[in-house]
């Protein structure tokens, strides 16, 4: 059986079904939409557009979500188009069974180049809001050197109606219903990045400022945009593992009946399939500010509350409980030669490193209120990172880590320094961690053998400051890249971790199984 609108006429056993009339639910939220989604992938599927399945199988609404996808087309054509924008979801638990449901809460798959259909989405008075997973460099109109894209100087150009630019397109539909009557929306950044609410913001009002400047816009339009009565920014926290498919889920969904589910590569080079595999813990914290109405996500477990708490949740997330363990699992889980990251905590010795990493950063963690720190980090200790059903891998994980660190150590290095009752010498395995990094990008893993790193803006200039290192080496001075602020948020090399990197470093290069050598001698 393949996942389409006629799989729902003949239900197969250990699967759960909309309990809606999905006909119904699809044609009147073409007709009047509340929420469009730029980004169809699997984060989207598997968990924010399952959050509206939940509330249309509670009863809760009666509107499903349309998605658009901004970079990759193929997602629509491929995916969305052969499944009738059905997902098939696989939560994974380290515990229990695997479950399987079919989600049809999604009514409509549409390219961002149907600009036509987005426009009668946006002016039509029933949209509530728009959400995005469109990923941290999706915001983004300049290149590494600070300087706008030529696509992005284009766009300012041209103006309204004829962006590239997925920040222009947005601020062109947002112009449209600026026009159909200064309609009031939400504009929502569920990207999992710090102040994603800022930066999508940010964006959008630069693209704007420079139509202005070139008289291309209305001067109210501006104003329009910064009117919270109008229009709102929320700023979210998301968190959720959604991995690439894995074969042995493929595999299992087979088994229950379903046929032509085998992922494909879009020429995008996206690795996307039918269904979708993911953990089963989930947060989304969102600041309550939708000026136009919402659903009642706060009865399918989303936190609502102010900004200031959506903040203290993400820099508990992203500086102490699960970010700064996942960066060290990822460098020494590719150095020694880990398939993934669940594999890597049946290690004791790597179990310790994360432990000890969750417990220095404790010592200076953010308490959001709304959720206890100490049971967050429990739960991904204990539940999440040793779930072996969520084939999440160390490289995918050491993607952009030099963007990272800054938050995930360099945040709990300036607490320390803060705080004179602390005493950052003390620490240990974050330096243990900074100093597998910098070993990981010298791009051999523990048996010499050569390894491909992962993406990183700044790889180049880092394998570059690190070209004159060689394994066996007796000394090292690591001062070029232990002194770059934007990497670790302050100089190190006027800290005392500047020598204790250096000094696990030189153990972690001094030959073959010096990685786990040092691990087992400091752990």
Request: charged fraction near 25%; glycine fraction near 6%; aromatic fraction near 8%.
């Amino acid at each position: 059986m393949d996942l389409n609108k006629e799989c729902l006429k003949e239900h197969l056993a250990g699967v759960n079904y909309p309990s809606y009339d999905v006909a119904k639910v699809w044609q009147d939220t073409k007709a009047n939409p509340v929420w469009l989604h730029f980004g169809a992938g699997n984060i989207f599927r598997g968990y924010i557009a399952r959050l509206a399945n939940d509330m249309l199988n509670k009863g809760l609404t009666n509107k499903g979500v349309i998605a658009s996808e901004t970079f990759d087309y193929e997602i629509i054509t491929n995916i969305y188009d052969k499944c009738d924008n059905l997902t098939l979801i696989a939560s994974l638990s380290a515990t229990k069974a695997p479950e399987y449901t079919v989600s049809a809460s999604i009514c409509e798959g549409v390219p961002a180049s149907n600009y036509a259909r987005l426009k009668e989405i946006f002016t039509n008075p029933s949209l509530q809001f728009i959400s995005f997973t469109i990923t941290e460099k999706g915001y983004g109109l300049k290149d590494i050197n600070g300087n706008y894209t030529a696509l992005v100087e284009e766009d300012f150009k041209n103006g309204p109606t004829k962006g590239k630019h997925a920040m222009s397109v947005v601020a062109s539909l947002l112009y449209d219903r600026y026009q159909a009557g200064q309609l009031p929306i939400a504009v929502v950044s569920m990207d999992n990045c710090s102040h994603n609410g800022e930066k999508l913001e940010s964006s959008v009002l630069d693209v704007v400022k420079h139509w202005e400047a070139n008289g291309l816009v209305d001067a109210g339009f501006m104003s329009y945009l910064t009117d919270e009565s109008k229009v709102t920014f929320p700023w979210t926290m998301i968190d959720k593992i959604t991995p690439r498919p894995a074969k042995e889920v493929e595999e299992a969904i087979e088994k229950l009946g379903f046929s032509n589910m085998n992922p494909i590569t879009t020429s995008r080079h996206t690795y996307i399939a039918p269904y979708v595999n993911c953990e089963t813990a989930e947060y989304l914290v969102v600041e309550d500010k939708f000026p136009n109405g919402r659903p009642p996500l706060e009865k399918v477990g989303v936190y609502l509350t102010d900004r200031a708490t959506v903040n203290k949740v993400e820099t508990m997330k992203v500086t102490t409980c699960l970010n700064p363990l996942h960066t060290a699992l990822a460098v020494y889980g590719c150095l020694l030669n880990y398939p993934s990251i669940a594999s890597e905590m049946a290690n004791p010795l790597l179990v310790k490193l994360v432990n000890g990493i969750g417990a220095e950063g404790m010592k200076v963690v953010v308490d959001p209120k709304i959720i206890k720190p100490a049971d967050f980090l429990k739960e991904v200790l204990e539940e999440r990172l040793p779930n072996k059903a969520i084939p999440d891998t160390p490289w995918r994980i050491a993607t952009d880590t030099s963007q990272k660190i800054p938050v995930r150590y360099g945040e709990t290095i300036k607490a320390y320094l803060k705080d004179d009752k602390l005493d950052l010498g003390s620490l240990k395995y974050i330096p243990l961690a900074i100093a597998g990094w910098l070993r990981y990008l010298l791009g051999v893993n523990d048996k010499l053998e050569a390894m491909e790193l992962s993406s990183d803006p700044m790889l180049n200039d880092l394998k570059q400051a690190l070209s004159q290192v060689k394994i066996g080496d007796k000394a090292v001075d690591l001062s070029s890249i232990l002194s770059n602020k934007e990497i670790f948020g302050t100089d190190l090399t006027k800290t005392p971790l500047k020598v204790k990197i250096e000094n696990y470093f030189l153990s972690l290069i001094a030959g073959e199984g010096a990685v786990l050598a040092t691990l087992t001698k400091e752990l």
